[in-house]
């Protein structure tokens, strides 16, 4: 994510969970945070972005475009 994006992605919108509060939750993989939280589970956009939380740890992403990622 480069400092000009104005609206990063910070959260599941179907759980009103953050990224951040998934990390911090001590979440190890995308099955623990389905069944915990159930992030990933409604409308499945944020999947990617839980992805490269539990690959990197961050918790703030520019919008993935999936045709070039």
Avoid: H, W
């Amino acid at each position: 994510m480069t400092s000009d994006d104005p609206f990063p992605v910070k959260m599941c919108v179907c759980y009103d969970t953050t990224f951040a509060d998934l990390k911090q939750s001590g979440v190890r993989s995308f099955e623990d945070v389905a069944n915990r939280f159930g992030c990933g589970t409604g409308c499945g956009l944020c999947r990617p972005y839980i992805a490269r939380m539990l690959e990197t740890g961050q918790t703030e992403f520019a919008i993935i475009d999936q045709d070039n990622d």
